[in-house]
Every structure is written in structure tokens, then in C-alpha cells.
């Protein structure tokens, strides 16, 4: 028995007997709902969350954001980098979901077969839950952090996180080490690389005529789309893992009307910077089919590429090893999703996500929560506050 092993096992018993707990504290987590553009909803539960981790013994702030929804910033231990102070390691969660509110009321938390079901649920409010229980039982055990942690939870992270991005990225440039509470692969594995995201849009101006009269006259925008569109499609490449998505289109006015102007919103996903260059550089270098007709493009990569760089892999390693310790045999994997590890691991800062729940269904109706992972998860991120 090693000095880990012990703390693992004295974690994993304080977590496990939580359980109920956790389901209590993510039951009201879930009825409380938050849709990433309802600020009211947000902020109540940005000041719910604050209390919670208040009574926990966090400096908690609720981060005002008018127009949007508030954000939340714990602190546990010193909360500037001074002189010979170790640098904090940053944790990342969300608080808002893809449902709507009234979901809960339709749906509300369940607990069935050893699941748990409802809005929101494993995607990531479980996440939120078994931080608060890491650090619960961190303070239960009395056991001292070798570095001071901030969590940030964010209201925005499902459309963007346009108003929390600059927030994250200045406290990960301060960090030491990002972990990312966002649900694991189902089956438990952690994400160690994730794809970047670009969003384009391509808007294309022709002439309009009337179709029966003067069809000769007209220069159809929504043809010269079709064509551009196969183009885009082309351009996807599964050998490297490169993908383009034109998942929105609309032009025209009527059909006895050549079209004067079509637009299309396309999604492009790749696994490295350089690729999501060079992927963005072709979009933009698109040249109209029929010379009369003009492209406009605009739009780019929001979220780079998370690399699995040696930084990420050596996080990796100490979960895989700490979670060996308490009987969990931890896989890595990437995701074609993005996160706001995506904007940390960007920056150069080593980054591990996917230490959230276990279960499956993120934004669909059958999303829930093995609950089993709840202790055990909460247990594993304690072990890795404690020791990274
Ligand atoms: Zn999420």
C-alpha cells in the first residue's frame, strides 16, 4: 500500500458515502434550468452555485455579464501568482444546457436502473456536481492542495463561449494545468484531443430576371451555391479526419425569379492547427464558377484544434495512474466535439477533459448519468487536485 493508494481509498470512501448526496445536490442543479439565452434562469443559478461553493469554504464571485448570463469564479487557496507561489490549476465547468426551459418539468430528474436522467444532466451539470464533491471531501479529510485551484463555470459554453472566452483564456495563460469537467466518452475514457471548429459562411450575389421573360438575362446565385457546395464537400477528408458541413443553406425569392442572392452556413472540423489552416485557406480562396456572380466569405476557426501534446499526455498518465488506484482502468480518446479545453490547450497549457460524469446522450433526449461514476469520478479529481 503506497501513500496514494491509501489516499485514493480514504477518497473514494468519503465520496461513496455522498452518493446520495450528489443525486440530491444534481437533482436541484437540474431542476433549476438554464438554457445558455435565458439570463434570468442563468443568473439564478450562477448565485445558487456561489452558495454552494461558499458552504464549501470557496471564494466564490458571481462574474456580472449584462446582455448574457453571469458566470461563476471559485478560488480555494491564494488567488494571484506571487513570487515562488506555485501556479493554480484551473478547473472548467458549464452551468447552461441546450434545453429549453419547462424540459425539467416535462422530464425532471429520475433515478431508474442506476441512472440518473434529466436536462442537462451529463451534460455537464453531474460535471459541477462532482467537483463540488472532490473538493467536499478534500476539506472532510483535511488534506492540503499543493497548488491553489480556481474554478470557472461558465453560461454560455453551448453557443459559443463568446462572452466567457477571454475570461478562461487569461486564467489558463496563469495556470499550470487546465482539467475539464465536461462528460467522459461513454464508457469512462478521458479526452485527451479534441478537434477544432470553424464556422463559415459564404454568401453569393448574382443578378435577378424574371424567369420567363429574361432567363438569359439573370445570373442565379442559388446554381452557382449548388455548385460551390459540391466543392465544399470535397473537401472533406476522413483519411485525416478533416470534415466540412454546409448544414444551412437559403436563397432565392420566388421560383419565377432568378435568384439574386443564396448563403450557406458551413461547419469545419479538423484534428491540428495546421490543418485547420490550411482547410480555411482553400474556403476563402474559393473562386466563383460563373465569373458574374461573386463570392463573399466570412467566418473562420473559433475553436483551435486540443493537441495532444506531451503536457496533455503527461496529465493523462497521472489520472490514468491515480485512477488505477481506485480501480477504475482510465482510457484516453479524442472527441470531434469541441469544448473550452479546446481554448486552453490552444494556449500552450496542458489540458485533460472529459473528467465529468460517465454515462451517454449529451443534448439528446435519452442523456443520463451512470451514478456509480458519480463518487468514483469525484474520488479521481480529488486524487488530481491533490497530487498534480
Ligand atoms: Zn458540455
Redo the contacts with the bound molecule.
Sequence with gaps: MDASRDLAAALLEATTAKRDEMLVSLAALVDQESPSTDKGSLDRLAMHLAEVWRDIGGRAAVIENSGHGNHVRVVFGGSTVKDGEPRPGLVLG?FDTVWPVGTAERRPMTVQDGRALGPGAF??KAGLVIAEYALRAVRDLRLVLPRPIVLLFNSD??IGSGTSRAMIEEAAARSEYVLVL?PAVPGGALKTARKGVGEFVLAVAGRASHSGAAHEEGESAVEELAQQIVRLHQMTNYDVGTTVNVGVIEGGTRPNVVAAYARARIDVRAWTREEAERIAKAIRGLQPVNPATTLTISGGFDRYPMERTPGTVRLFEAARRLGGALGLNLEERASGGA?DGNFTAALGVPTLDGLGAVGDG?HAEHEYVDVTSLPERAALLALLLCEL
Excluded: C, L, P, T
Aim: aromatic content about 0%; cysteine-free.
Design positions: 458549464h451534460d455537464m459554453e453551448e465536461e469544448s449529451s
